[in-house]
């Protein structure tokens, strides 16, 4: 779920895609979004990068606040804590929160035990997903996903990544594009690799990946070959 809007700008920013891969580097960063759902503003969203000491954090946060966009669940809070050995993301806590209006709050926190190869998950969730789940080097949350996609993107790039999250093992394959498309958000145009799920069925997953940009130009969830969540870029900074 996600999404966002509001930006202030004349110019048309076109950013190039270089040949090389890009690089591997984290770069703090706080990034707002306008929200779409189903093809309608529908809230706003943030994203935020962020050293914790020697462990970094990544946060989304939805907020829906346009027509039932808050029954529906478009708010939505996530985290996870990690740590990078060599090249590889390892999420060490994880915490979901979801509410819709004052009848819905469902809040579900992880912890994935890296000493004995184990993720385990409390709160409101099944039976079924609160059982250990094995660890796998390389395995990581949502949010990793994302990141590691915005690291990895390249031409013609095929990704796989193994998706550990919620009590839910899940393999996710992403192919990118031959070669960038112009995509516009709101008055600025962005050169932009897109990146697509290829083995989720009818849930799509789409994300566009600008050189030099740190965080997603966009985020598009479709359901049924219909869009859902859509997050697009209105701005971001580095994080302090």
């Not at 190039?16 to 580097?25: Q, S, V």
């Not at 409390?122 to 079924?128: A, E, F, Q, W």
């Not at 094995?134 to 915005?150: C, E, H, K, Y």
């Not at 996710?172 to 962005?190: F, K, N, R, T």
């Amino acid at each position: 779920m996600r999404a966002l809007l509001s930006l202030f700008a004349t110019a048309l920013l076109i950013v190039a895609w270089p040949t090389a891969a890009r690089g591997a580097g984290l770069e703090p960063f706080v990034a707002t979004y306008d929200a779409w759902y189903q093809g309608k503003q529908a809230g706003t969203a943030t994203m935020r990068l962020q050293p914790q000491g020697a462990q970094w954090q990544v946060d989304l946060g939805i907020r829906g606040n346009r027509g039932f966009a808050g029954i529906l669940g478009l708010n939505l809070e996530q985290d996870t804590v990690f740590d990078v050995v060599g090249t590889v993301y390892r999420p060490l806590r994880q915490s979901t929160t979801r509410k819709a209006a004052v009848f819905f709050n469902r809040k579900v926190e992880g912890v994935y035990d890296w000493a004995h190869n184990v993720a385990r998950w409390t709160g409101d969730l099944s039976k079924r997903r609160r059982d250990p789940v094995p660890l796998q080097s390389g395995d990581m949350s949502a949010l990793l996903i994302n990141l590691a996609v915005m690291r990895d993107a390249a031409p013609n790039a095929a990704l796989q990544y193994r998706f550990v999250d919620g009590g839910r093992v899940r393999q996710y394959a992403y192919q990118a594009a031959a070669e960038p498309e112009l995509v516009q958000v709101g008055d600025i145009s962005y050169s932009a690799l897109r990146v697509s799920r290829t083995n989720g069925g009818n849930d799509e997953m789409i994300i566009w990946v600008a050189d030099g940009v740190p965080t997603p130009v966009r985020i598009l969830q479709r359901e049924n070959g219909e869009d859902a969540v859509d997050l697009r870029l209105v701005e971001y900074q580095g994080a302090p």
